[in-house]
């Protein structure tokens, strides 16, 4: 009796333990849950860090760079935008008296219609020439950014060039649409009365030379900002404006991603025409020869 008893306990005892160590084996979670909380966090940690190394390296390249250029080089560092500001409030203050509207017609404004060498003639006044229909102060202060930006960042010849190319890619682009004439290659073109708008100003410069910096200084957020502002502009108000800002960006994107393969100094400019006249110079006497 005393056995069976025994027993019994040992039952009960060894039944209790079975099923505490049962319940304690039902509380422990699954293998699987804990890979597949990996397997969804490791991903999202080196988004983390993707995004972080992004926004490091951009603000570096857009903000901390030009202001130790900018301490390096003094007030000189920001010639350029002082003096677009400057050119624009002057340009502005005489564009709304009598005379001084036709003085800015006859020498900066630029329209389709013109003939091409009295465009090209008028182009570089062009980028001073505001729009009177648009905020001064706002335009002023995006123009003095780009301006002086460009200038700590790329250098004042490289800048002026920058801003003169995406500037005279818009305006040859109205000229390419019209020529198409309307509804052609999926609404590109234009009808001929567009060619008697104004053309875009300072805005496709300003425009170009932030999209320039943003892709030679690997700054994704800044090309998004200035990219999306301009197609939205474009999808809600499409005028030929928006086209040419559309166009100042694909060429800043081209030139910006030629930085470094070409040179565009003036320096390196004249050295590579000579080499091309010499060139012509000896297939001349070559073939005289022969």
């Given amino acids: 009796m005393f056995r069976v008893a025994d027993d019994r306990r040992d039952g009960v005892r060894g039944g209790g333990a079975d099923g505490a160590a049962g319940n304690g084996a039902g509380t422990v979670p699954p293998a699987g849950g804990g890979k597949g909380r990996r397997q969804w966090a490791e991903p999202l940690a080196g988004l983390v860090r993707f995004i972080t190394r992004t926004l490091r390296g951009e603000f570096h390249g857009i903000v901390v760079d030009p202001v130790r250029q900018l301490v390096n080089r003094g007030v000189r560092g920001l010639f350029l935008g002082v003096l677009a500001c400057v050119a624009v409030t002057v340009f502005h203050a005489i564009h709304v008296t009598q005379a001084g509207a036709v003085v800015v017609r006859l020498t900066g404004e630029v329209k389709a219609d013109l003939p091409l ?54 305006t040859l682009s109205a000229r390419v649409m019209i020529a198409l004439g309307p509804g052609a290659w999926g609404g590109l073109g234009l009808p001929p009365e567009v060619g008697q ?56 994107v081209v030139l910006g991603l030629l930085h470094g393969r070409v040179d565009l100094r003036p320096a390196a400019l004249r050295r590579r025409w000579q080499r091309l006249r010499n060139r012509r110079a000896m297939a001349a006497v070559a073939t005289t020869t022969a």
């Fill in 117 to 170: 060498w009295l465009a090209l003639l008028r182009t570089p006044i062009s980028l001073f020439v505001p729009a009177l229909d648009l905020p001064v102060w706002a335009g002023l202060t995006q123009l003095f950014l780009g301006f002086a930006l460009a200038e700590l960042t790329l250098g004042r010849t490289r800048t002026l060039v920058i801003a003169y190319a995406t500037t005279l890619a818009g």
């Fill in 197 to 252: 708008i104004l053309d875009t100003g300072p805005s496709a410069a300003v425009v170009g030379l932030f999209t320039y910096i943003s892709v030679v200084r690997r700054a994704p957020i800044v090309f998004a900002l200035t990219g999306g502002s301009m197609l939205f502009e474009a999808v809600v108000r499409p005028n030929l404006a928006g086209r040419e800002h559309l166009i100042a960006i694909g060429m800043a």
